[in-house]
């Protein structure tokens, strides 16, 4: 397909790894923020071709690895309900809560449903009039533009049975407080290239000045994270930190205005928990005051449940880039996409199920030396 | 969960005040929502997530940034070529692809 089968060309893959070779003369540690480059780094064993001076390690950008204990709790709560219908992404129906997760509620005869787009949940509103339709609003900036469209075209139709649970991060406030952290390690990043479509990258310049760091907005084939790669290298080895645009092709610097304008409209930022990372001022988004009659935490007075998470996995030091997800005794054993103790390990997205599927466990022996 | 895929927009009509486009991703086609999109055109590649389109895809920009890294690919396999980089390399203060590769032209 065009945009993405030239993308995936060995020869330039290649050629673009060689580059990388001939500009490193040190060691360098690597963040990419998203959870969907994660898995084409390890999809394509991209770690493994470049050379060993280049470490990367995973961020902290896949929602559903993200979203707190306690916003799966308060869903399980509303599923269970017999008037509601729970529409959600795919991907957090087994993300476990401090008791159940929603494919338990499922099976117990809750209503709960699959959605590819929040406007699905919006159709299956209109379509039940006597149904509360409540439509799990989860992701990072990517997908704000399209669950603020939800909330707004349900207010413009009138729609009375319609709410979203909301549970949205922010990227630049996780990379400030991955970067103030003491025992950061990372010193180049690969910013997220559909995150930044969305809101451009201007915001992260302010980033690159405050931490003398190099960010570059990359995209999600092998090649363009390869040529992000030799981006952040060069600038690494030359001592410089500015922010460059690797995927040009959808991303500017101001993103998209239609997209952003939704957002101001119909959310504003608010503190977030991070399932493993803990309370980020200014980190998410909540509906505003005005949607508040589309709001489920308002409409099922559920605001105030909160739950602790449990210390079994060591999710929180993957989510930091400070570990591997082989780095953890239950990786592979007690810790399968089957029968996950923590959220990287439920997404395709997380960094602990790319590693999973992609069969880095047979390396334990040479990754952990 | 950021997952965006690149499709080609065939078809565009008007549901109420709703813009919405037909794009096709291979050899299957969806319904598309374009409000955040409203410069895209029949014949456009725009980005879709979650079923809206997110961005249009910057044809020249794309031409221009894989002509590039196909010279790359090239250069593995020309010698003259490679002589031709380094010496442009070492002119070159630019350290991004695209400076290196305007500096062999």
């Given at each position: 397909?065009?945009?993405?089968?030239?993308?995936?060309?060995?020869?330039?893959?290649?050629a673009l790894?060689?580059k990388?070779?001939?500009?490193?003369?040190?060691?360098?540690?690597?963040?990419?923020?998203?959870?969907?480059?994660?898995?084409?780094?390890?999809?394509?064993?991209?770690?493994?071709?470049?050379?060993?001076?280049?470490?990367?390690?995973?961020?902290?950008?896949?929602?559903?690895?993200?979203?707190?204990?306690?916003?799966?709790?308060k869903?399980v709560?509303?599923?269970?309900?017999?008037?509601?219908?729970?529409?959600?992404y795919?991907?957090?129906?087994?993300?476990?809560?401090?008791?159940?997760?929603?494919?338990?509620?499922?099976?117990q005869?809750?209503?709960?449903?699959?959605?590819?787009?929040?406007?699905?949940?919006?159709k299956i509103?209109?379509?039940?009039?006597?149904?509360?339709?409540?439509?799990?609003a989860?992701?990072?900036?990517?997908?704000?533009?399209?669950?603020?469209?939800?909330?707004?075209?349900?207010?413009?139709?009138g729609?009375?049975n319609f709410?979203?649970?909301?549970?949205?991060?922010?990227?630049?406030?996780?990379?400030?407080?991955?970067?103030?952290?003491?025992?950061?390690?990372?010193?180049?990043?690969?910013?997220?290239?559909?995150?930044?479509?969305?809101?451009?990258?201007?915001?992260?310049?302010?980033?690159?000045?405050?931490f003398?760091?190099?960010?570059?907005?990359?995209?999600?084939?092998?090649?363009?994270?390869?040529?992000?790669?030799?981006?952040?290298?060069?600038?690494?080895?030359?001592?410089?930190a500015?922010?460059?645009?690797?995927?040009?092709?959808?991303?500017?610097?101001?993103?998209?205005?239609?997209?952003?304008?939704?957002?101001?409209?119909?959310?504003?930022?608010?503190?977030?928990?991070?399932?493993g990372i803990?309370?980020?001022?200014?980190s998410?988004?909540?509906l505003?005051?005005?949607?508040?009659?589309?709001?489920?935490?308002?409409?099922?007075?559920?605001?105030?449940?909160s739950?602790?998470?449990?210390?079994?996995?060591?999710?929180?030091?993957?989510?930091?880039?400070?570990?591997?997800?082989?780095?953890?005794?239950?990786?592979?054993?007690?810790?399968?996409?089957?029968?996950?103790?923590?959220?990287p390990m439920?997404?395709?997205?997380?960094?602990?199920?790319?590693?999973y599927?992609?069969?880095?466990?047979?390396?334990?022996?040479?990754c952990?030396? | 969960?950021?997952?965006?895929?690149?499709g080609?927009?065939?078809?565009?009509e008007?549901?109420?005040?709703?813009?919405v486009?037909?794009?096709?991703?291979?050899?299957i086609?969806?319904?598309?929502?374009?409000?955040?999109?409203?410069?895209?055109?029949?014949?456009?590649?725009?980005?879709?997530?979650?079923?809206?389109?997110?961005?249009?895809?910057?044809?020249?920009?794309?031409?221009?940034?894989?002509?590039?890294?196909?010279?790359?690919?090239?250069?593995?396999?020309?010698?003259?070529?490679?002589?031709?980089?380094?010496?442009?390399?070492?002119?070159?203060r630019?350290?991004?692809?695209?400076?290196?590769?305007?500096?062999?032209?």
């Amino acid at each position: 397909m065009r945009y993405i089968d030239e993308y995936r060309d060995p020869k330039i893959a290649q050629a673009l790894v060689d580059k990388i070779r001939e500009r490193v003369t040190r060691p360098w540690v690597l963040m990419e923020i998203c959870g969907g480059q994660t898995h084409t780094l390890m999809r394509y064993g991209i770690d493994e071709l470049i050379p060993k001076q280049v470490e990367l390690v995973h961020g902290p950008g896949c929602p559903v690895c993200v979203t707190p204990i306690e916003i799966v709790d308060k869903a399980v709560e509303i599923a269970s309900r017999p008037d509601v219908t729970f529409v959600s992404y795919g991907d957090m129906l087994r993300v476990p809560g401090s008791k159940a997760d929603l494919f338990h509620v499922k099976a117990q005869g809750a209503d709960v449903r699959i959605a590819y787009s929040p406007m699905e949940a919006v159709k299956i509103a209109r379509a039940n009039p006597s149904r509360r339709v409540v439509f799990f609003a989860i992701g990072f900036e990517t997908t704000a533009p399209a669950n603020a469209m939800a909330a707004w075209k349900a207010r413009e139709e009138g729609l009375t049975n319609f709410s979203e649970l909301v549970s949205h991060v922010l990227v630049p406030p996780a990379i400030r407080l991955l970067l103030n952290s003491p025992d950061n390690r990372v010193q180049g990043f690969i910013a997220p290239g559909h995150v930044c479509t969305v809101m451009g990258y201007w915001e992260y310049k302010a980033l690159a000045d405050e931490f003398h760091v190099p960010i570059v907005v990359g995209g999600f084939e092998p090649v363009d994270l390869l040529e992000a790669i030799w981006m952040l290298v060069a600038q690494l080895e030359e001592g410089r930190a500015e922010v460059e645009n690797q995927y040009a092709r959808t991303v500017t610097s101001e993103g998209n205005q239609p997209a952003q304008r939704i957002i101001e409209q119909v959310f504003e930022v608010a503190d977030r928990k991070w399932r493993g990372i803990g309370s980020i001022p200014s980190s998410g988004l909540r509906l505003r005051p005005e949607f508040a009659a589309f709001d489920a935490e308002k409409i099922f007075g559920l605001e105030t449940l909160s739950a602790e998470e449990p210390a079994d996995c060591i999710s929180a030091q993957v989510l930091k880039g400070l570990k591997k997800p082989v780095d953890c005794p239950a990786f592979g054993a007690g810790c399968t996409p089957e029968h996950p103790l923590g959220a990287p390990m439920v997404s395709a997205e997380g960094a602990c199920a790319a590693y999973y599927q992609y069969r880095r466990h047979t390396n334990l022996v040479s990754c952990s030396l | 969960m950021c997952l965006a895929v690149p499709g080609k927009l065939v078809e565009t009509e008007l549901i109420g005040e709703n813009r919405v486009g037909t794009v096709q991703f291979g050899g299957i086609k969806r319904s598309v929502f374009l409000d955040f999109v409203p410069e895209a055109e029949v014949g456009d590649y725009v980005l879709v997530h979650v079923g809206f389109a997110i961005s249009r895809l910057d044809e020249e920009e794309a031409q221009r940034t894989y002509q590039l890294l196909e010279r790359i690919g090239m250069l593995e396999t020309d010698p003259e070529l490679e002589a031709q980089e380094s010496q442009a390399k070492t002119e070159a203060r630019t350290p991004s692809l695209a400076g290196t590769l305007d500096a062999i032209h």
